[in-house]
């Protein structure tokens, strides 16, 4: 919809607040301590699981990083003008 009506799209945590960045089911310090994440995705685990898992097969077969896969599919869509993205390191 945004895209037909000419509305750029900035989107908000591409990378589920790391989950797409690190082999799935490691955890960190924050992801343990955050009360917040503990509960944002709790409803599509299965699915991000499953995404997880091919996205880490792609970063393999492409000799890059989760994130940068992540990020490189997303800025291939049409109508993303930056995604916003944080680091905790």
């Known amino acids: 919809l945004c895209y037909q009506e000419g509305v750029a799209v900035i989107p908000w945590s591409p990378l589920a607040r790391g989950r797409l960045t690190r082999p799935w089911g490691d955890t960190t310090a924050r992801l ?12 599509s685990d299965e699915n991000d699981a499953q995404i ?12 890059a990083t989760r994130a940068q896969v992540a990020l490189a599919w997303l ?12 680091t905790s390191r």
């Open 52 to 63: 997880a898992e091919r996205l880490t097969g792609v970063s393999e077969e492409l000799g």
């Open 32 to 43: 343990v301590s955050d009360e917040v994440g503990k509960n944002l995705y709790k409803e």
């Open 75 to 86: 800025l291939s869509k049409p109508g993303i003008a930056a995604p916003i993205i944080g």
